[in-house]
């Protein structure tokens, strides 16, 4: 996986975004094989704590022999360089050749400890953590940023910091943390940053659909890395798209039941109570509203049902059984 990044070919290299609560082990391992297109996925970060860095199911899921159909990196999200050493180093051990640091995430319980995007405002911090963490980690590291906290230039004092160090790759979602996921990406400040930073950069936010992918790539020749997170959970053949297999209708709904079967067969195996299935399988099928043609009605009642057999019929409903 490692300096496997297609920079000199034509054809885009393609990670899966973290998505907390949805794009776990169990959705990349079965979105691999019923869809496909992405050669690498970001995992959800962990939050390493001081009685235990990562917990052993957090090391399962992104272990790499879990992982095999598409190689994962782990993300942790911390502001604390000795807590980060001691759970990069478990990741290590079981396997991992890289490393994930999370400044982007923009709840505000994190950024008000300083930690995900509440770092960007403090790039001596942010200074002090690599000058400790990259040195010691033994595994490459890469970082996932926003422009900034509440302002957007936040940015330009950070990236000659992260330009001190010698990183895998820098991942920009180019909005500010007080945007959250709203309003529009702002794609000027990621023309004048990009070239700035002197690793390679993932372009990552709002590509939801092929011509958009086209239109972005026009626009910055240089980028070839890209990062897709709930675009492709809407549309699971988007990654396929890009690289210009269009999927015949009916087989695209039938691997949008397969991805269902396999990820309710998984849930239903793994927790315990129909509620709980119920929950995660809803949280999938959120992203799934408008993916449909004609379904939305359907998929809107199918989201308010309690009982896991009404769930399942709603499902036959809408992509037959
Ligand atoms: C529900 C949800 C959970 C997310 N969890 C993470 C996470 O664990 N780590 C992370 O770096 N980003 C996380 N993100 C951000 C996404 O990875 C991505 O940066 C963002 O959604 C923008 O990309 P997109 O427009 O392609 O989805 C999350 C986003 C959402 C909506």
């Not at 449909?292 to 809107?300: E, F």
Request: charged share 25%.
């Amino acid at each position: 996986m490692t300096n496997s990044c297609k920079d000199s070919d034509k054809s885009p290299w393609l990670v899966l975004a973290p998505i907390r609560g949805v794009t776990d082990a169990a959705f990349r391992s079965a979105h691999a094989a019923i869809f496909g297109g992405f050669d690498e996925a970001l995992a959800p970060f962990v939050v390493p704590e001081r009685a235990h860095p990562v917990r052993a199911r957090d090391l399962a899921e992104v272990s790499p022999g879990r992982n095999r159909a598409l190689p994962t990196v782990p993300q942790i999200l911390a502001d604390d360089a000795e807590l980060f050493l001691q759970t990069a180093s478990l990741l290590a051990e079981s396997g991992c050749k890289v490393v994930n640091w999370n400044l982007g995430c923009p709840h505000p319980m994190v950024t008000r400890r300083k930690r995900g995007a509440g770092l960007l405002p403090h790039p001596d911090r942010i200074e002090a953590f690599l000058s400790q963490v990259v040195p010691a980690v033994g595994l490459e590291v890469s970082v996932k940023l926003r422009l900034g906290m509440n302002d957007p230039s936040e940015i330009l004092q950070v990236i000659p910091v992260l330009n001190r160090f010698a990183l895998r790759e820098v991942i920009i979602h180019p909005r500010t943390a007080a945007q959250m996921y709203k309003g529009k990406v702002d794609l000027d400040a990621f023309e004048r940053v990009a070239p700035l930073c002197s690793h390679p950069v993932v372009y990552n936010g709002d590509l939801c659909d092929a011509s958009g992918f086209q239109v972005l790539s026009r626009r910055f020749p240089g980028i070839s890395r890209w990062m897709i997170g709930r675009g492709a959970l809407s549309d699971p053949s988007l990654a396929l798209a890009i690289r210009g297999q269009t999927l015949e209708p009916a087989d695209r709904l039938q691997r949008y039941r397969r991805l269902h079967d396999s990820m309710l067969a998984h849930y239903t195996e793994v927790l315990q109570g129909q509620a709980h299935v119920i929950d995660k399988m809803a949280g999938l099928w959120s992203y799934w509203v408008d993916a449909i043609p004609g379904k939305r009605k359907l998929i809107r009642r199918l989201l308010k049902i309690r009982e896991l057999d009404r769930f399942k019929a709603g499902v036959d409903q809408i992509l037959g059984d």
